[in-house]
């Protein structure tokens, strides 16, 4: 089955970044490791979340203090991905290309907080359910974060296989898009 599954590019960039900086186990997803591996400065403040680059390569972060720590580490990864993939000013751009930048910053939450390359290196329940309970302890995210990322594999999955059968059968195989590029 996990031969079927193909990455985003997204996807394989924030796999990519994992290995650079020696990223391989659940534990060390957390936001003093990948900061300090990345010399970003971490603010805990009563403000919004919020990146900055105060001058090239050099990034601060603020962290809304009110949040749980849960929620402090997907702040921190989406965040992260404004930083390190995202360059001007949003407020002045176009809500078009403001929204794309957010939007890719959620994807980013899913493949960052739950690598696939450490999800297939481990024995996922066969219920769905439990499957879910699993990664939500194992990475420890919320239960509808590891629910989106169980069902985005499983789409993946199902359309590598179709797309192996069609090619088999010498059909042409037709570029699947769907309406979001998760």
């Known amino acids: 089955m996990k031969s079927y599954y193909q990455m985003t590019a997204l996807e394989k960039w924030t796999e990519d970044l994992y290995e650079r900086l020696g990223i391989r186990e659940p534990s060390q997803i957390s936001i003093t490791n990948i900061s300090e591996r990345l010399n970003i400065w971490i603010h805990y403040l009563d403000v919004r979340s919020k990146g900055i680059e105060a001058s090239a390569g050099m990034y601060s972060m603020f962290i809304d203090n009110r949040l749980p720590a849960g929620m402090q580490r997907l702040e921190f990864?989406?965040?992260?991905?404004?930083?390190?993939?995202?360059?001007?000013?949003?407020?002045?751009?176009?809500?078009?290309?403001?929204?794309?930048?957010?939007?890719?910053?959620?994807?980013?939450?899913?493949?960052?907080?739950?690598?696939?390359?450490?999800?297939?290196?481990?024995?996922?329940?066969?219920?769905?359910?439990?499957?879910?309970?699993?990664?939500?302890?194992?990475?420890?995210?919320?239960?509808?974060?590891?629910?989106?990322?169980?069902?985005q594999i499983q789409r993946r999955i199902f359309q590598g296989q179709l797309l192996a059968v069609m090619g088999a059968q010498g059909e042409k195989v037709p570029t699947l898009c769907s309406p979001r590029s998760d």
């Open 77 to 151: 990864l989406h965040e992260l991905c404004h930083l390190l993939r995202h360059a001007g000013n949003q407020s002045v751009m176009p809500e078009h290309y403001t929204q794309a930048q957010q939007d890719e910053a959620d994807r980013f939450i899913l493949y960052a907080a739950m690598p696939y390359s450490m999800i297939s290196r481990r024995s996922l329940p066969e219920l769905r359910s439990e499957a879910i309970s699993f990664i939500t302890t194992e990475f420890e995210v919320p239960r509808e974060l590891a629910m989106q990322r169980i069902d």
